[in-house]
């Protein structure tokens, strides 16, 4: 024989409306804005080449296979590595993006990536930066 049973507790929700995605605020007192997309893409590109490197990773095809992207989304996020250094740090230390789009995109980087000359590179790069 089964008995049923009941369980009483409090329950709170805080109806915020349909498809609402707003995050409660964090106690860590964060910068305000977002670190830039380029940024994280460059950080993926060092990581990237870190993992080859150490022969986690047997290559660039793998990786594109385990971070399901295709192979040419790879190669785009890791030809950043063709980028003078100086470039990469700046990238990696890009200030904030406080609202609307990032200043900096992938696609205005592609084509300095290609100069071999760091120099030209850098040139370019004076030019992009606001």
Request: hydrophobic fraction near 40%; charge should be positive; glycine fraction near 6%.
């Amino acid at each position: 024989m089964t008995s049923a049973f009941t369980i009483e507790c409090r329950v709170h929700f805080k109806n915020r409306g349909r498809g609402s995605r707003k995050r409660p605020p964090s106690d860590r007192g964060s910068e305000a804005g977002r670190v830039p997309r380029i940024s994280h893409l460059m950080a993926l590109a060092l990581r990237f080449d870190e993992l080859i490197r150490s022969g986690q990773v047997t290559g660039y095809a793998e990786l594109a296979r385990l971070g399901h992207v295709s192979r040419a989304r790879l190669s785009q996020i890791v030809s950043l590595l063709c980028l003078a250094p100086d470039i990469q740090e700046e990238i990696l230390f890009l200030p904030r993006t406080l609202k609307g789009r990032d200043p900096i995109q992938l696609r205005h980087l592609l084509p300095i990536t290609v100069l071999p000359d760091w120099r030209k590179q850098k040139t370019r790069w004076k030019s992009l930066v606001p």
